[in-house]
T-cell receptor, first 115, second 112 residues
Framework: DTGVSQDPRHKITKRGQNVTFRCDPI?????LYWYRQTLGQGPEFLTY????????KSRLLSDRFSAERPKGSFSTLEIQRTEQGDSAMYLC?????????????FGPGTRLLVL | AQSVSQHNHHVILSEAASLELGCNYS??????LFWYVQYPGQHLQLLLK??????LVKGIKGFEAEFIKSKFSFNLRKPSVQWSDTAEYFC??????????FGDGTTLTVKP
């Protein structure tokens, strides 16, 4: 399978704990995106990387959230001191930067439940 | 800032009925437009996209969409739906800067 993969697929944690999610993009894709999706809404942009550089972060991304893409390949998203409001599906997407027209390919997501 | 509005939250159709899902966006510059589909238990998949050229674009599974620049719209259509089209449909817009902005989705239920 050469699509975007995410791990874990499901995570249940207690409020106040830290969690880390991993995303493996399609190989040779230089852009990687993180989105969050809650019930009844579309995905909301969190942050994105071009290679290893984090180019943009949403205001939704509080200081408890941090994302890395150290070697320009896989990425991790960490949430510290989780809150119940963090419960959501966290989606990763990757794309190949083009001068015209960029298509993002999505992974299956990590569903987080904070108790 | 970009925004996307999908007018219908839930649409119920019988098989063979025609489908049109509305999508309007707000952004003053050049945009790329997408429709994604999410079947039950599966992840988001690209249905079709518009970057430039012919404003009528055709996608997979018989879907098409028309970009009307003057109306800031990108409506999705299918002449005859099937039970297997039951899914959630998301319209999205991006600029060449990268990130996509999604609508809140339309749940389509097709009755056999």
């Amino acid at each position: 399978d050469t699509g975007v993969s995410q791990d874990p697929r499901h995570k249940i944690t207690k409020r106040g704990q830290n969690v880390t999610f991993r995303c493996d993009p399609i190989s040779e894709h230089n852009r990687l995106y993180w989105y969050r999706q809650t019930l009844g809404q579309g995905p909301e942009f969190l942050t994105y990387f071009q290679n290893e550089a984090q180019l943009e972060k949403s205001r939704l991304l509080s200081d408890r959230f941090s994302a890395e893409r150290p070697k320009g390949s896989f990425s991790t998203l960490e949430i510290q001191r989780t809150e119940q409001g963090d419960s959501a599906m966290y989606l990763c997407a990757s794309s190949l930067d083009r001068s015209l027209g960029e298509t993002q390919y999505f992974g299956p997501g990590t569903r987080l439940l904070v108790l | 800032a970009q925004s996307v509005s999908q007018h219908n939250h839930h649409v119920i159709l019988s098989e063979a009925a025609s489908l049109e899902l509305g999508c309007n966006y707000s952004y003053g510059g050049t945009v790329n437009l997408f429709w994604y589909v999410q079947y039950p238990g599966q992840h988001l998949q690209l249905l079709l996209k518009y970057f430039s050229g012919d404003p009528l674009v055709k996608g997979i599974k018989g879907f098409e969409a028309e970009f009307i620049k003057s109306k800031f719209s990108f409506n999705l259509r299918k002449p005859s739906v099937q039970w297997s089209d039951t899914a959630e449909y998301f319209c999205a817009v991006s600029t060449n800067a990268g990130k996509s902005t999604f609508g809140d989705g339309t749940t389509l239920t097709v009755k056999p």
